[in-house]
Structures are given as structure tokens and as C-alpha cells.
């Protein structure tokens, strides 16, 4: 299941956190990192996947 939330999270990190933890800090903090940059975002979203389990 990790690797499709990893896919998910290349394509659209936010939504890959969001499969992860649900809408709490990391959440918005990833759509921020987004704004700010695609690839910050999906660094973070990897990191939370692979982090959180």
C-alpha cells in the first residue's frame, strides 16, 4: 500500500499526506511546501509515507 501512497505523492503530494495522517499539520503544511514548490512538497509527502506508519 506504501508504494501507491509513494505514486500518489509524486503525482499530487498533498493528497498522498492526506491518505497517510488525514487533515492535520502535516496536511496543510504539505499544500504549503507545494505552493512554495512541487519538489519540496513531494519530498515531504515521501518523507511522511515512509515516516508514518
Known amino acids: ?3 501507491v501512497r ?3 505523492a509524486i503525482i499530487l ?3 498522498g ?10 496536511f ?5 511546501l ?3 514548490g512541487y519538489v519540496p ?3 515531504h ?4 509515507i515512509l515516516k508514518v506508519d
Open 13 to 15: 503530494p498533498p493528497l
Open 28 to 32: 496543510w503544511l504539505n499544500i504549503l
Open 6 to 8: 509513494i505514486l500518489i
Open 17 to 26: 499526506v492526506f491518505l497517510q495522517v488525514g487533515i492535520g499539520l502535516h
Open 45 to 48: 509527502a515521501v518523507y511522511i
Open 41 to 43: 512538497g513531494i519530498i
Open 1 to 3: 500500500m506504501d508504494i
Open 34 to 36: 507545494t505552493l512554495f
